[in-house]
Structures are given as C-alpha cells and as structure tokens.
C-alpha cells in the first residue's frame, strides 16, 4: 500500500469514526467534556504526549549507537523513523504495521532486515513487559496488596538482571532451529539483546518513563472527565493501550482503543456511556499527537539534516 493510499484510508476511517461517534455519543457531548478539561490543560497534555516519543527515539538511538551502526545516529533521523513507524502502525490492522520498522531502519541506515527485526522484537518484548507491569502495579495498589507490590517493585529493578541472564543462554543459536536460522540471522535477530547489563538498564529505564508519563498523561485527562480517582483513571487508561498492542487492533485503532477504554473504566465502576466516550477523547488525543509529532519529526529532518543525511 503507498503513502497516498494509506493516507485515504486513514482519512476515510476518521470519517466513518466521526459519524458513528456523532451517532451513538454526539458532538455536543464531547465538546462539552473538552471544554470541562480546558484548553491549556489539553494543551499541556498533548506536549507530554508528544514528549514521550523523544524518549522512544532516546531509546532506537542508544541501541543504534551502542551497536555502533554508522559513525553516528543523529537523532532527526531515528525521530522520523520511530513518528512514521507509529503512525504506519496506528493505520495498519492486526499490528502489521510493526513490519514498517525494520524497513525504515533499512532505508535510514542501510541495517539489515533481520537486525531491524530484532531490535523491533526486543522493544517490544521491553514495551509489553512495561504496560503489563503498570497494570500489575494499578491492580495491587487498588486491591491493597502491599506485599505483593513490594515483590513487584523488586522485580521491576531486577528485570534488567533476568532479561540479561537471558539473553546470554540464547546468545549462540539454539541447535533445534539450527536447521531454520542460519547463525549471521540469528546473532542479527538477537541484536537488541546482546548488550551489557547497563544498556539494559538504560533500555528498561527509557521504557518505564515512556510509557510511565504516557500513561499517566493520559489518566490526568480521564481524571479531569470522568469523576474518579488518578489511580483509577490511570488504570482505565491502561485499557486502552494495552488493547492497541494486542492483534485485535483495529485500523487505525477505531473502536478498539475506545473499547479497552470503557471495558477497563467498567470494571472499575465508571458509567459504560461515560467510560465510552471518553475512550474516544483518548483515541483522538493519541492519534493527534502522533501526527503532531510525525510533522515535527519532518520538520526538524528537513531543518538539522537538510533531507540529505550521511551516515
């Protein structure tokens, strides 16, 4: 699919999305909950939300450099890889849209398929590990299970320390797929794994902020709708994104995202309707924001790097 027909398709989604969120919900009631948050407050929310993209790029560059792939990777460059890889991936069903990454990182880098994949994969495994730890944490804290979040805190700062005792079993090619993945794939498919014990400190660190200030951005903008606590906000923003990283996800993320939203806002004891609709005021914040942020991302290319970047 090109950029152009991507963009229809994206375009004609939002349309539809509109016309069935102005159908069950309406207009009138969004623009009345957008007007109780206000707008500097929105605002403010929006620039945390486009700050944590540069801590996800903070993240490719420290793996880029750390594999000392090119003399340098300047930080304009992974800034538009990582905003386009997110909005690709936001239109894209089923999260195919993953696959835009190492094709990126191709054209950006000249790194091969299989190190792209594998830095993809270690993000990843690093980003469900983030989300589901959040969730763990909301759970034990609104449950009142101290020792339980005590043991997880501990496993949160031990992690690093697992994920790289880990990663050093699997660091030479296991003899069952031998036959499957020659070895030069192998060691480039576990290329985000194979760094020291302090890189993956500073990957599970830039994780833990990314999606630490994402989440409670977006539990600050529940909050300031919906009638009910910051942990119990923060979690019913949780839903949401932890439906956008599973395969269910629907282009564009239309109705999916807005229903982990209202799923984990009624398990939580908010009204369905209200747990709805700001499931929508969500999805539009965060899709917004990535498209703010892929056109920064092009901007501060074309300005620092001139669209002629040397590698």
């Known amino acids: 699919m090109t950029s152009?027909?991507?963009?229809?398709?994206?375009?004609?989604?939002?349309v539809l999305y509109g016309l069935l969120v102005d159908h069950y919900i309406g207009f009138d009631a969004l623009n009345n909950a957008l007007a109780q948050v206000g707008v500097f407050k929105f605002s403010a929310l929006m620039l945390s939300l486009i700050a944590t993209q540069w801590v996800r790029t903070w993240r490719l560059?420290?793996?880029?450099?750390?594999?000392?792939?090119?003399?340098?990777?300047?930080?304009?460059?992974?800034?538009?890889?990582?905003?386009?890889?997110?909005?690709?991936?936001?239109?894209?069903p089923f999260r195919v849209g993953e696959l835009s990454m190492p094709l990126l990182l191709r054209n950006g880098f000249k790194l091969p398929l299989s190190t792209g994949m594998g830095l993809l994969l270690w993000f990843r495994l690093l980003d469900v590990l983030t989300l589901l730890a959040l969730g763990a944490w909301c759970y034990l804290i609104l449950s009142g299970r101290w020792?339980?979040?005590?043991?997880?805190?501990?496993?949160?700062?031990?992690?690093?320390?697992?994920?790289?005792?880990?990663?050093?079993?699997?660091?030479?090619?296991?003899?069952?797929?031998?036959?499957?993945?020659?070895?030069?794939?192998?060691?480039?498919?576990?290329?985000?794994?194979?760094?020291?014990?302090?890189?993956?400190?500073?990957?599970?660190?830039?994780?833990?902020?990314?999606?630490?200030?994402?989440?409670?951005?977006?539990?600050?903008?529940?909050?300031?709708?919906?009638?009910?606590?910051?942990?119990?906000?923060?979690?019913?923003?949780?839903g949401g994104e932890l439906s956008s990283i599973l395969p269910i996800h629907?282009?564009?993320?239309?109705?999916?995202?807005?229903?982990?939203?209202?799923?984990?806002?009624?398990?939580?004891?908010?009204?369905?309707?209200?747990?709805?609709?700001?499931?929508?005021?969500?999805?539009?914040?965060?899709?917004?924001?990535?498209?703010?942020s892929l056109g920064l991302s092009q901007l501060l290319y074309l300005w620092l790097a001139g669209g002629n970047v040397r590698h």
């Open 147 to 238: 020792i339980g979040l005590l043991i997880l805190s501990l496993a949160i700062t031990m992690l690093p320390r697992l994920l790289y005792a880990a990663a050093d079993v699997y660091a030479h090619r296991p003899k069952h797929i031998a036959s499957i993945i020659d070895n030069q794939t192998w060691e480039r498919l576990m290329v985000g794994a194979a760094v020291d014990l302090e890189m993956q400190y500073r990957f599970w660190g830039l994780s833990l902020v990314n999606w630490g200030v994402k989440i409670l951005s977006l539990g600050v903008l529940v909050q300031l709708i919906v009638d009910a606590s910051l942990l119990v906000s923060v979690a019913s923003a949780l």
């Open 4 to 14: 152009k027909q991507q963009n229809s398709l994206m375009a004609l989604l939002l």
């Open 61 to 92: 560059k420290e793996a880029l450099s750390y594999q000392k792939i090119g003399r340098i990777a300047p930080f304009s460059v992974c800034y538009r890889i990582t905003q386009m890889h997110n909005v690709i991936n936001t239109i894209l």
């Open 250 to 292: 629907a282009p564009g993320g239309i109705g999916t995202y807005a229903g982990g939203v209202a799923a984990s806002g009624i398990i939580l004891g908010i009204d369905f309707e209200l747990a709805l609709q700001t499931g929508v005021i969500l999805h539009f914040a965060v899709i917004f924001s990535a498209l703010i």
